[in-house]
């Protein structure tokens, strides 16, 4: 089992959709696959499930969330359904006692299930923030801290069989996002063709340093039990692709990018050879680590493909079947979500993305195998 992060410092670079139909394609590809959503923007929470349901979660957990302990003596019926992130980390947060059981998760398809985000996941950073130095003390409850949502990972992999585990992240370097990008196995950065992608890169790289700088202290000061809850090795970057450019046929060249896009394109890798160190890419190649992965595959954007999908809960290649079939049996839910009718002659386009969603998933997986 792998866990996989996308992450930018960068806000609106579709991160979030990107990471949804990644999940979908690898389920395509028989792949058991575990969405963890751990941006408080709670998007890809929103892409997988109606509202409606997630509230109805959220409203159950409103209790445990103020004060867990006295909640869960009242109701330990609550784990007999799917909970979120926040409540699963609730338990350490509070310096309680960990639940027995886990509670399921919320199922997409066969092989794919999906643990929701939750807008109140600030204060499990607030603890991270309280207790970290701690955990250069070797102190108990800082390392529980800093190692649950990975321990989460590892516990809900057992129990399922997943073969990924992907986890979203907001933009932020702050301490959340740290102890999630230093505990998993590899991320990817989503970017767009701009000069906010080359300084959110430099961003991401000049924290890594510090970060594992940090990691290596605690590592030296704990004891090898203790170390063994974190990652063998610490995280490597998987590489980067573009994600919801315009396309531009006239812009002779591969990725079909009008120039002054194309032109950030090639200085990305550039930032990358400068300021993610080597140590955290040793697995890539050199023609991985100058392109984009999956190459042209998900570069160009969709236009409004990906909100008609968000609407309707499902990837956009599957469009066409969840519409069809809602306006058969369900035509209220569509004058509900405000759904304009979609005209069948663009329901090949919206199939023929999984192609493309296929081939950048096997480009990542390429680049996972070599984790190894």
């Known amino acids: 089992m792998k866990i996989i992060s996308l992450f930018n410092n960068k806000g609106g670079v579709g991160k979030s959709t990107l990471g ?6 690898l389920s395509e590809l028989g792949k058991k696959t575990l969405m963890i959503d751990l941006d408080p923007q709670c998007n890809l929470t929103i892409c997988g499930i109606e509202t409606e349901y997630l509230h109805n979660i959220w409203q159950e957990e409103d209790p445990f969330i103020d004060d867990f302990e006295k909640a869960f003596k009242e109701n330990q019926s609550i784990l007999e359904t799917p909970r979120s992130i926040h409540f699963l980390l609730k338990p350490t947060e509070d310096g309680l006692s960990d639940f027995d059981i886990l509670p399921p998760t919320v199922n997409l398809n066969a092989n794919l299930d999906l643990i929701p985000g939750r807008l109140s996941i600030h204060k499990y950073e607030n603890k991270l923030a309280e207790r970290w130095n701690g955990a250069y003390q070797g ?14 990972c590892n516990l809900y992999a057992a129990k399922n069989n997943y073969d990924f585990i992907i986890i979203d992240t907001s933009p932020s370097l702050g301490i959340l996002n740290k102890t999630i990008i ?45 170390r063994s809850k974190f990652p063998q090795n610490f995280v490597q970057f998987l590489g980067f692709t573009i994600y919801k450019a315009a396309k531009y046929s006239g812009g002779n060249n591969e990725y079909d990018l009008a120039q002054a896009h194309y032109s950030y394109v090639e200085k990305i890798p550039k930032i990358i050879e400068q300021f993610i160190k ?7 190649t050199p023609e991985q680590l100058n392109t984009p992965i999956g190459g042209s595959s998900v570069i160009h954007s969709h236009n409004t493909f990906p909100s008609v999908a968000q609407s309707l809960n499902c990837p956009i290649w599957q469009v066409p079947e969840v519409y069809t ?23 090949g386009r919206y199939r023929e993305t999984l192609d493309k969603y296929i081939s950048f998933t096997k480009a990542l997986l390429e680049r996972v195998e070599r984790l190894n």
Do not use: C
């Open 20 to 25: 949804y139909h990644l999940g979908f394609a």
């Open 139 to 152: 102190d108990n409850l800082a390392i529980r801290t800093i190692t649950k949502i990975r321990e989460l």
């Open 182 to 226: 230093s505990t998993v196995d590899g991320f990817f950065i989503p970017a767009q063709p701009d000069m906010f992608s080359l300084y959110g890169i430099r961003n991401i790289g000049n924290s890594l340093e510090l970060w594992k700088k940090e990691f290596d202290t605690i590592y030296n000061l704990i004891s090898s039990d203790k």
């Open 278 to 284: 080597e140590s955290n890419r040793l697995h890539l």
């Open 325 to 347: 079939r809602l306006r058969k049996e369900h035509p209220e839910v569509l004058l509900e979500k405000e759904i304009e009718p979609i005209n069948q002659g663009s329901y």
